[in-house]
């Protein structure tokens, strides 16, 4: 089932699950993804390999879905 | 190279050119230079000194070991990068190893829960990635570059801080290498004498991966 988890102090939450069938799920965790993206986060998927992509809009069919705060030069 | 979505983050240090291999291996040579610069007066001195008056072998060591000291003490500058933090709650941390994991395959994952260091290849080399910055070693496994970068959230656990770090790199390791802030580019050997002796078996896989990747 796909999630969406922030990466956070606790480790990591799951804020929404859903599945491509379950459009109000999905319409759900789209507003979740939405508000966290307002709060300075940044939307990733991993897709394995080596590669991942940032994501605006919440995606309907990628598994999991990761929140995380932005990276600066120290 | 360069990815359809580039890194956020570089909107933040937008005044830098975008890092490339040549501009990699440029720095490389730079550093280099400075640090012969400074490290050959004092040979210079030494020898000097010998030749005018050997009786002053003592100061002439002296001089000797400030230009070895001084090589070193860069290397320790970029160890800090990957200098394993005071242990914290283990309980988020755990959780967040369990995160970490998944993104990993299962040789970087075991090697990262060795030595706290998750490796990562890349077009630049292979990378090591830790909870407060990332080491590069150039292909060819010769030359390591150390990079200063990480999340300001203080709260983070380690595994998810370099979880942060892993991802950025996956979607624009262009953008991560710009982002990030150098702090130190020399001898893999001379990096791995001050690395903690717990993290240095992942510094041994990065330079053998990165042998691989020569030619």
């Known amino acids: 089932m796909p999630r969406l988890i922030r990466m956070d102090s606790t480790g990591h939450s799951t804020l929404a699950e859903w599945t491509a069938e379950d459009t109000a799920a999905h319409e759900g965790a789209a507003g979740l993804f939405r508000a966290e993206l307002e709060r300075g986060y940044i939307g990733m998927v991993d897709h394995g390999g080596g590669k991942a992509t940032q994501v605006v809009e919440l995606p309907l069919d990628a598994e999991l879905v990761l929140l995380r705060r932005p990276i600066a030069g120290g | 190279m360069q990815p359809a979505v580039p890194l956020p983050e570089l909107a933040g240090v937008s005044w830098r050119?975008?890092?490339s291999g040549e501009s990699l291996a440029r720095r490389g040579r730079i550093w280099t230079a400075w640090t012969l610069l400074q490290a050959i007066p004092f040979v210079?001195?030494?020898a000097l000194l010998m030749v005018l008056e050997p009786l002053s072998a003592p100061v002439a060591f002296l001089s000797l070991v400030h230009a070895w000291v001084i090589p070193e003490l860069y290397a320790f500058r970029g160890s800090n990068v990957v200098r394993p933090k005071p242990t914290r709650a283990a309980g988020p941390e755990e959780?967040?190893?369990?995160?970490?994991?998944?993104?990993?395959d299962h040789?970087?994952?075991?090697?990262?829960?060795?030595?706290?260091l998750a490796l990562e290849p890349g077009a630049f080399g292979i990378w090591?990635?830790?909870e407060g910055g990332a080491v590069l070693v150039a292909p060819g496994g010769r030359r390591v570059h150390?990079?200063?970068v990480g999340v300001s959230d203080g709260d983070?656990?380690?595994?998810?801080r370099i979880a942060h770090l892993l991802l950025a790199l996956r979607q624009d390791e262009i953008g991560f290498a710009t982002v990030a802030n150098s702090s130190f580019s020399g001898a893999a050997w001379r990096l791995r004498r001050r690395m903690a002796p717990e993290s240095r078996p992942a510094l041994t896989a990065a330079v053998a991966a990165a042998r691989r990747l020569r030619d």
């Open chain 2, 44 to 46: 210079g001195v030494a």
């Open chain 2, 156 to 160: 983070l656990p380690p595994s998810d």
């Open chain 2, 17 to 19: 050119s975008l890092e």
């Open chain 2, 107 to 116: 040789e970087p994952r075991e090697l990262q829960r060795q030595t706290g």
């Open chain 2, 128 to 130: 090591l990635v830790g």
């Open chain 2, 146 to 148: 150390c990079f200063c």
């Open chain 2, 95 to 104: 959780v967040a190893q369990g995160l970490l994991g998944d993104l990993l």
